[in-house]
T-cell receptor
């Protein structure tokens, strides 16, 4: 099975940088994804890491260390609109049936950006 | 274009009703998914269709019945639901079964 750990809540100041960590245990690993979800909305894809290292997309960056089963999402130049829940999710490398890979989500980190 | 559409946006139904949720994508994605999400919880996988075949059914009660009429459409048929089934139902798709999943806006379901 899979399990993911991430902080439940983080508070940061507008304009600052915040890092949301995610550790995982999985029987098969294919990649680590990050999703943003505003209250009342649907998850929006942010970033994906299959290999070790840093992926940068605008103000968002994501890092993965497969040897440490660890990743993080880095948000720079925080804006009020970044207040949301952030989920890390592991793609399970196990193969099932006609060919499918499960995505297992962490419990989410609620980010509050304050003025 | 990474748009997945879902209808209806909101649904209220009684425990004896039959209703269907619809999901559509025109990105040529070959895998489609149904998730259930309760408030302040992560999405929970319900079903996976890969190349129009049901490949994962996460021990979902039979009152939920998925259907994939073609590669662009995914339905979730609902019958005799319970109040605890009230949740946000999310559809997602990915180009390939192992690919990045893109979510639709969801259907917010209330069972009375």
């Amino acid at each position: 099975g899979q399990s993911l750990e991430q902080p439940s809540e983080v508070t940061a100041v507008e304009g600052a940088i915040v890092q949301i960590n995610c550790t995982y245990q999985t029987s098969g690993f294919y990649g680590l994804s990050w999703y943003q979800q505003h209250d009342g909305g649907a998850p929006t894809f942010l970033s994906y890491n299959a290999l070790d290292g840093l992926e940068e997309t605008g103000r968002f960056s994501s890092f993965l260390s497969r040897s440490d089963s660890y990743g993080y999402l880095l948000l720079q130049e925080l804006q009020m609109k970044d207040s949301a829940s952030y989920f890390c999710a592991v793609s399970d490398g196990s193969y099932s049936g006609a060919g499918s890979y499960q995505l297992t989500f962490g419990k989410g980190t609620k980010l509050s950006v304050i003025p | 274009d990474t748009e997945v559409t879902q209808t209806p946006k909101h649904l209220v139904m009684g425990m004896t009703n039959k209703k269907s949720l619809k999901c559509e994508q025109h990105m040529g994605h070959r895998a489609m998914y149904w998730y259930k999400q309760k408030a302040k919880k992560p999405p929970e996988l319900m079903f996976v269709y890969s190349y129009e075949k049901l490949s994962i059914n996460e021990s979902v009660p039979s009152r939920f019945s998925p259907e994939c009429p073609n590669s662009s459409l995914l339905n979730l048929h609902l019958h005799a639901l319970q109040p605890e089934d009230s949740a946000l139902y999310l559809c997602a798709s990915s180009r390939e079964p192992r690919g990045t999943q893109y979510f639709g806006p969801g259907t917010r379901l209330l069972v009375l």
